[in-house]
């Protein structure tokens, strides 16, 4: 029998307000990342929905990861997580982590605008917006790093491509990209910014993936991993790429569904509790 300590895992999947899935199929995001951890020896996961009992569970962990959808750290909670980054903690965050709060512009309640805070800080990442369900490639930009280990020099999916502002580029190692000029969002859709401060410099690049160290610590953030389901989807329309009409599919599972996503989770997992690969 094995004495050894097991590894502790802070997963968290929630949506804003608590209990809402906004917008998002918690429940089998919640489910596959179960599954994937689940495959990795001498791990335990304690589960969330939110960051209310960061402070709880934190010191016992060495890795948090994070798929939420409004749920976002407070300064105090930054302070704490910068701090456990430093001592050597390491955070996984997915797709909506970059977003948080979304605040009114003017007197229309229905045109919202992204509200950077700490948490952007701390995560090295702020989500502008992302245009209408699509179909695009993926390009690995670091071939040699673990979270990329085993990847396709490139690989397709159809999710939400995520606009990424990111806070600390010359600190940031930028593992996945992808091409996209310019919004394609139509008048109305998602959010508004001030500016596309996404594009890289060469006009056309967005970062899709990357990791940055922290102290004896660090965090990854892939943007990909949009699901939804019939009790909770939210999406209007979709592009042509992924639907001809345009109609939203009722169920939509994206990038989970693809053996490149599944083998990016798992890096991520092995990254963050010193698991080889």
Known sequence: ????????VYLITGGY???SPAGHDMDYARLRLLQLLGE??????????????????????????????????????????????????????????SGGRAAPVGDDRRV????????????????????????????????????????????EVMDELYMIELQEPASSQILLTTE?????????????YDADTALLPDGKTRVLGYTRDIGKGGVAYIALGHCHSPLNNVQPFVDTSVEESGTTPVSFRGSWETAAFAQLVRNGIAWGSAQAV
């Open 112 to 155: 919202r605008k992204m509200v950077k805070t700490s948490h952007h800080a701390v995560l090295g990442g702020f989500f502008l917006n992302h245009p209408p369900l699509c179909k695009f490639r993926v390009e690995v930009a670091q071939h040699d790093h673990l979270l990329t280990h085993g990847l396709p020099a490139s690989f």
């Open 40 to 97: 990795t020896p001498n791990l335990t996961t304690t589960v969330g929905n939110d960051f209310s009992d960061l402070a709880k569970w934190l010191p016992s962990c060495q890795l948090v990861i994070t798929y939420v959808a409004g749920p976002h750290l407070n300064d105090e909670q930054s302070h704490l997580m910068q701090q456990w980054l430093e001592d050597g903690g390491r955070w996984l965050g997915l797709h909506g982590t």
């Open 180 to 192: 996209l000029p310019t919004d394609p969002s139509p008048p109305g859709f998602g959010f508004v």
């Open 17 to 19: 307000p608590a209990g």
């Open 1 to 8: 029998m094995s004495t050894s300590q097991p590894t502790r």
